[in-house]
C-alpha cells in the first residue's frame, strides 16, 4: 500500500461531513471515488492532502505517518492533489504556473539576484526544462506562453496536472479532472493518467462522469452522506442497488 487513510472523520460545525472513512491505495492502483454532491468527497481528499486537518483518523504514506505534517510536507513525500475548481494563476503563462509549482523557486529566486550562483541558475534552467518536458507531454507547448486565465476548462485541468508534475508525486489525487472539459480532451486526459500510471504512479481520481471513471479506474468506491455505500469491481459498484438508489433517488 502507497496510502492507507484509517477512520477519517471531518466535522464542519454540528456537521460530519466525512464520517470515519478508509481508504487504502496499492502502489500502482487507480482507485476512482463517485458519488452524489455534498457526499464528503472533496472533503477527504482535503484530509488526505492536507489542506484540512480531520477530526479524527490516521494517514500512512509511504511508510511516513503523515496525519499531522502540512501539505507541502506530504507534498515532498510524494502525495499531491489538483482541485475541483482549478486554481491557476490566471495573470502567469502556462510556463510559469508550472515553475510557481516548483519547490523553493521563489525562495531561491529571491537569494539569486543577490549571490547568482551558477548551480542556482543551473537550478533554474533545470525547472524550466522541466516544466517543457510536462507541457509536450501534456500537449500543452502551442499555449506555453498564453496566461492561463485565457484557457479552456479542459486546458486549465490540464495545467493543473502539469503543476503537480512539477513535484514528482508518486500519489496524484484528481478531484472532478473531467468537469468541464470537452470529449476529446476527456479522452487525452485519461491518455495522460494512463501513462503516468504506467511509469508507477498510483491515483485517487473523483469523478461524476462514471463512463470515464470505470473505464480509468481498477476499482471503485461511492460515497453517500459522508460515508461509503459501495467499494470494489467498478461494474458490480456501479450495479449495487444502494448505488443506483443513491444516484437515482438522490
Ligand atoms: P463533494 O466533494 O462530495 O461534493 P464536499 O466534500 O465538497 O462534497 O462537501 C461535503 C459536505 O460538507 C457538503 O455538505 C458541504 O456543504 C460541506 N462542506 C464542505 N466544506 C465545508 C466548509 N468549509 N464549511 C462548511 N461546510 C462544508
Ligand atoms: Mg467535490
Do not use: W
Not at 492536507?50 to 506530504?74: A, C, E, N, V, W
Amino acid at each position: 500500500m502507497i496510502l492507507e487513510a484509517r477512520d477519517i472523520t471531518r466535522r464542519f460545525g454540528g456537521f460530519t461531513a466525512v464520517d470515519k472513512v478508509s481508504v487504502s491505495l496499492g502502489k500502482q492502483e487507480i482507485l476512482g471515488i463517485a458519488g452524489t454532491n455534498g457526499a464528503g468527497k472533496s472533503t477527504l481528499f482535503a484530509a488526505i492532502a492536507g489542506q484540512q486537518g480531520s477530526d479524527g483518523g490516521s494517514i500512512m504514506f509511504d511508510g511516513h505517518d503523515i496525519t499531522k505534517l502540512p501539505p507541502y510536507k506530504r507534498a515532498h513525500l510524494g502525495l499531491v492533489r489538483t482541485f475541483q475548481i482549478p486554481r491557476e494563476f490566471k495573470s502567469l503563462t502556462v510556463h510559469e504556473n508550472l515553475l510557481a509549482a516548483a519547490p523553493n523557486l521563489r525562495g531561491e529566486r529571491l537569494l539569486s539576484s543577490f549571490f547568482r550562483t551558477s548551480s542556482l541558475v543551473r537550478n533554474e534552467h533545470e525547472l524550466s526544462e522541466k516544466a517543457d518536458k510536462i507541457l509536450e507531454f501534456l500537449n500543452l507547448k502551442r499555449v506555453r506562453d498564453t496566461m492561463a486565465g485565457g484557457l479552456s476548462g479542459g486546458q486549465k485541468k490540464l495545467v493543473e496536472l502539469g503543476r503537480v508534475l512539477m513535484l514528482d508525486p508518486k500519489c496524484i489525487l484528481l478531484d472532478e479532472p473531467f468537469a468541464g472539459v470537452n470529449p476529446v480532451l476527456i479522452d487525452e486526459l485519461c491518455a495522460r493518467v494512463r501513462e503516468l500510471h504506467a511509469q508507477g504512479i498510483s491515483f485517487i481520481v473523483i469523478e461524476h462522469h462514471l463512463q470515464a471513471l470505470q473505464a480509468l479506474a481498477g476499482r471503485m468506491i461511492v460515497m453517500d452522506r459522508g460515508a461509503i455505500l459501495a467499494e470494489g469491481d467498478p461494474r458490480a459498484v456501479m450495479n449495487d442497488p444502494r448505488v443506483q438508489e443513491a444516484y437515482m433517488g438522490g
